[in-house]
């Protein structure tokens, strides 16, 4: 069963707008990360966030996590093209060495 | 490095036929995943090796799915016999530990004709 659910399921903007996913969980965690994929392609890690940190940056990345409504957002500010692709958040859940990861984001950003 | 080398990438079969799928993880990587992709089930663990020792493979769908890791640079996931409904895309992915980033490779795309 999925342990994240992502929200949207599908995001459409322009280049240089901001993109906001979200993130909501069940079960306490050790960390939470997010992913990229490319279509047709494997996925990339982004950024770690552990269940002690607020908030994390990378970049153009910026993670929250609120551990007391077991949710995270990923931000991507002044999105390009080449930022068109599916967004996945994954959880450590820590009783096991093993990510379980979210239902994704479709990003489409259009020039 | 190379990153985490799968093969083939591509691989088209008849229903019935036995179907071995490769992986090179990242040398220095502890930890080898097996993960499945589908439209219908998203991303799925079937199986993960710790030090080439399976740990998990509760996600193995069926007895006709196996996983082996012989060493740490080689491990292989069996599906003997294929069938239809085994059609996905399958990744394999390593990680220096079991808390920290995973590294993918390109998957293989599996068609169980």
């Known amino acids: 069963s999925q342990q994240g659910e992502e929200d949207p399921q599908a995001l459409s903007i322009q280049e240089g707008e901001n993109a906001t996913m979200n993130c909501s969980y069940k079960?306490?965690?050790?960390?939470l990360q997010w992913y990229r994929q490319n279509s047709g392609r494997g996925l990339v890690h982004l950024i770690l966030?552990?269940?002690?940190?607020r908030e994390k940056h990378s970049g153009r990345l910026r993670v929250t996590l609120d551990t007391s409504k077991k949710s995270s957002s990923l931000l991507i500010t002044a999105s390009r093209a080449a930022d068109t692709a599916s967004y996945f958040c994954?959880?450590?859940?820590?009783?096991?060495?093993?990510?379980?990861f979210g239902t994704g984001t479709r990003l489409q950003v259009t020039l | 490095d190379a990153g985490v080398i799968q093969s083939p990438r591509h691989e088209v079969t008849e229903m019935g036929q036995e179907v071995t799928l490769r992986c090179k993880p990242i040398s220095g990587h502890d930890y080898l995943f097996w993960y499945r992709q589908t439209m219908m089930r998203g991303l799925e663990l079937l199986i993960y090796?710790?030090?080439?020792?399976?740990?998990?493979d509760s996600g193995m769908p069926e007895d006709r799915f196996s996983a082996k890791m012989p060493n740490a640079s080689f491990s292989t996931l069996k599906i003997q016999p294929s069938e239809p409904r085994d059609s996905a895309v399958y990744f394999c992915?390593?990680?220096?530990?079991?808390?920290?980033?995973?590294?993918f490779g390109s998957g293989t795309r599996l068609t169980v004709v």
């Open positions: 994954a959880t450590d859940t820590g009783t096991a060495s093993k990510l379980t």
């Open positions: 966030i552990r269940s002690n940190e």
């Open positions: 079960t306490s965690i050790n960390n």
């Open positions: 090796f710790n030090n080439n020792v399976p740990i998990d």
């Open positions: 992915a390593s990680s220096p530990t079991g808390q920290s980033a995973y590294t």
